[in-house]
């Protein structure tokens, strides 16, 4: 009917702008870099442990957060956010890296940020970037990472893989096969050397940096300002 109608266009209306109004309420940011993945061989086979795997345990994560590409950071007002995420960044130029630093937030990086340089790789970028003495194994690495009893890591063998051995650094996970440790804190810089990482630790992480975890139960995560 007409009534009925017009009924339905009013609500429409009205979603339509509360839709307007709403804003992110995210304390987390991540950055991911679609440019970082062309320095991975195929052969790898690790393309997806970094930004598809890693995204899929934040949905679950039940914590709420903002996407962004990696040549955004200086771009962005990183003080809202309590902690930000950087899933594949490989290279970074040196405004993303001033970016970095003058984040006063926490800050998580996955694997071997910052170990490709424009003149070739130089893995001492990693500990520059991480504040951690981040050394690396030879050959090709098969291990898993346990953190609070959660074993996780890459897929297949992988060569480089890292591990932290930084005595000033507090151990959050070790490798299950040679108990070196995989996963670490120091002075604001969360260092996690593999991909895949799951729900749980992600969850971990926020509660350490005083994120809001809304659900616990791995289940999609719907929130803003109005919701």
């Not at 970074?92 to 001033?98: C, D, P, W, Y």
């Amino acid at each position: 009917s007409e009534a009925m109608m017009k009924r339905h266009i009013e609500i429409f209306s009205e979603v339509a702008s509360l839709g307007k109004q709403k804003e992110s309420v995210a304390e987390v940011a991540v950055f991911a870099d679609p440019h970082s993945n062309s320095y991975l061989m195929d052969a790898t086979k690790v393309h997806k442990s970094f930004n598809y795997n890693c995204m899929l345990g934040l949905t679950k994560s039940g914590m709420a957060y903002d996407l962004y590409n990696l040549q955004d950071l200086d771009k962005i007002d990183s003080s809202r956010y309590k902690l930000c995420i950087f899933l594949n960044a490989f290279h970074m130029t040196e405004g993303e890296l001033a970016a970095a630093r003058s984040m006063r937030s926490y800050k998580l990086w996955v694997y071997a940020p910052n170990a490709i340089k424009d003149d070739g790789i130089d893995y001492r970028g990693i500990s520059e970037v991480t504040g951690m003495n981040i050394e690396m194994l030879e050959g090709a690495f098969d291990d898993r990472l346990c953190v609070d009893e959660v074993k996780f890591g890459f897929d297949s063998p992988v060569t480089p893989a890292f591990y932290v051995n930084d005595a000033d650094a507090e151990c959050l996970g070790r490798y299950e096969k040679s108990d070196l440790v995989g996963m670490a804190y120091k002075n604001g810089n969360f260092y996690v050397a593999c991909g895949n990482i799951p729900s749980s630790v992600w969850r971990t992480v926020a509660k350490k940096c005083g994120v809001h975890v809304y659900s616990e139960c791995d289940g999609a995560l719907l929130v803003d300002s109005n919701f």
